[in-house]
C-alpha cells in the first residue's frame, strides 16, 4: 500500500524555524516527483513546493520563496520542507502528496501535519 | 501565474440531483487538470486527472470534461457521501495553482 506519513508541525514563534519531513512508503520513491501543499484553517489549498523525482529541480510558490526549501533524501524514503522565517500566515495544515506520471495530478495525499505560528 | 475560478463556491443541492462545478483557467493549459474531493479533517482525494480520466476506485457518476481554459466537473446522481468541497488544480506549469473551492451542501 502506496503511505506518505508526514511529522515535525508544532508550534513555534514568529521568525521561527520549523522541519518538516514525510516518509514514503510502498512505491518507489526515487522515481516520483514530490510536493507539498498546504491548508489554512477554514481555508483552500495552497500549492507549496516541488521536487524532481533526483531532486535537482525544485520549485517554490512566490509566498515562501526565499524562506522555505524543499529537499529529498532517497535512500530514506523520505521528504522535507525546511522552513524559516515562520510568519503567523504560514499556519495551517501541511500535506506531502505524489505526484502521478506525466503531470496527472496528486496521490496518494498525507493525512497532513499542524504548523502553527504564533508568540 | 495561472489562476483558477471556481463557479460556485456554493451550491445546495438533494440526493439524486445532477451538479455540475466549473474550473476556469486564465491562460490555456491543454488538459493537465485535475479534481480532488476533500471532506473535514480530511487529506484530499483525487477523482479526475487529466481533465476527463475518472481515477481507479472513483464511482462512475463522477465525470470530468474540457480542454484549453474551461472545464467540468459533473455528478449525476447525488449520493450522500458526496456533500464536500471540490477543488480543481492545474499541473500545467508551476506554480501549480488550485481554484478555491466549491463546497457542496446538502438542500
Known amino acids: 500500500e502506496v503511505q506518505l506519513l508526514e511529522s515535525g508541525g508544532g508550534l513555534v514563534q514568529p521568525g521561527g524555524s520549523l522541519r518538516l519531513s514525510c516518509a514514503a512508503s510502498g512505491f518507489t520513491f526515487s522515481s516520483y516527483v514530490m510536493n507539498w501543499v498546504r491548508q489554512a484553517p477554514g481555508k483552500g489549498l495552497e500549492w507549496v513546493s516541488g521536487?524532481?523525482?533526483?531532486?535537482?529541480?525544485?520549485y517554490h510558490a512566490d509566498s515562501v520563496e526565499g524562506r522555505f526549501t524543499i529537499s529529498r533524501d532517497n535512500s530514506k524514503n523520505t521528504l522535507f520542507l525546511q522552513m524559516n522565517s515562520l510568519r503567523a500566515e504560514d499556519t495551517a495544515v501541511y500535506y506531502c502528496?505524489?505526484?502521478?506520471?506525466?503531470?496527472?495530478?496528486?496521490?496518494?495525499w498525507g493525512q497532513g501535519t499542524l504548523v502553527t505560528v504564533s508568540s | 501565474d495561472i489562476q483558477l475560478t471556481q463557479s460556485p463556491s456554493f451550491l445546495s443541492a438533494s440526493v439524486g440531483d445532477r451538479v455540475t462545478i466549473t474550473c476556469r483557467a486564465s491562460q490555456g493549459i491543454s488538459s493537465y487538470l485535475a479534481w480532488y474531493q476533500q471532506t473535514p479533517g480530511k487529506a484530499p482525494n483525487l477523482l479526475i486527472y487529466?481533465?476527463?480520466t475518472l481515477q481507479s476506485g472513483v464511482p462512475s457518476r463522477f465525470s470530468g470534461s474540457g480542454s484549453g481554459t474551461e472545464f467540468t466537473l459533473t455528478i449525476s446522481s447525488l449520493q450522500p457521501e458526496d456533500f464536500a468541497t471540490y477543488y480543481c488544480?492545474?499541473?500545467?506549469?508551476?506554480?501549480?495553482?488550485f481554484g478555491q473551492g466549491t463546497k457542496l451542501e446538502i438542500k
Open positions: 487529466t481533465a476527463s
Open positions: 521536487i524532481s523525482s533526483s531532486g535537482g529541480t525544485t
Open positions: 488544480q492545474q499541473l500545467n506549469s508551476y506554480p501549480y495553482t
Open positions: 502528496a505524489k505526484e502521478r506520471w506525466l503531470q496527472s495530478g496528486f496521490d496518494p
